[in-house]
């Protein structure tokens, strides 16, 4: 008897991917997204989840208790498009809205973190120095640099051209380091002058 339900169980389908599942094998890969971010995966009545998967050609499933993103594609569709998912997700659990992140569908953008952690336990310091007063410092930066910055708890993250993102990271690094705001702004300004 537990043999046959064993079977059964195997050879059921999820329903959720049917369509998915119908034309060819699937493969599904796994995100995980912090629970207070999964109404920003799924979106006002479903449009996030429905434009991720309109833009990449993909499935997601989407557990709101675990925080599992489940992305899944048919063999015969393209990967990169897929992993264009993966991105799109995680920079929306990293703090970006989703219009921010779909940006990383062009292949002139990509995403980069910082982790907070390797600056010591003082973390809420070096946010607050991240971040300035009344947001300064971040609005600053990203507005020179020339791409979009969220500090979260733990992590720094970055969307923009590579050389922007770098010099925002560097900018970031050196504050988080301790140094003065006004030599990183002159700096800053400086290298964002002849990135133009």
């Known amino acids: 008897m537990e043999e046959k339900e064993g079977r059964r169980f195997l050879m059921k389908r999820p329903s959720s991917f049917k ?3 119908r034309d060819a094998r699937a493969v599904t890969d796994l995100v995980l997204v912090p629970k207070d971010r999964i109404a ?22 989407v557990d709101s208790e675990s925080g599992e993103v489940n992305i899944t594609r048919r063999l015969d569709a393209d ?6 998912a993966q991105t799109i997700i995680k920079a ?10 779909y940006k990383l ?8 973190q910082i982790d907070l952690k390797e600056f010591g336990d ?9 971040i300035g007063r009344k947001g300064y410092a971040r609005k600053y930066i990203s507005k020179l640099a020339g791409c979009e910055i ?3 708890q733990r992590f720094v993250s970055f969307i923009g051209e590579p050389e922007r993102v770098g010099l925002a990271k ?17 700096v800053l300004e400086r290298k964002a002058r002849e990135l133009d």
């Open 79 to 84: 990967p990169i498009r897929a992993l264009g």
């Open 92 to 101: 929306i659990a990293a703090g970006f809205a989703p219009h921010k992140a």
């Open 19 to 21: 369509e998915v599942m």
């Open 150 to 152: 969220v500090i979260g």
């Open 40 to 61: 920003v995966v799924i979106g006002k009545r479903g449009e996030t989840r429905r434009e991720i998967e309109k833009l990449c050609g993909i499935k997601l499933s």
């Open 170 to 186: 560097q900018c970031m690094v050196k504050l988080a380091e301790g140094l003065p705001h006004a030599p990183v702004y002159k």
């Open 105 to 112: 569908l062009n292949e002139n953008i990509f995403v980069d």
């Open 122 to 130: 003082a973390s809420e310091r070096v946010r607050a120095r991240l």
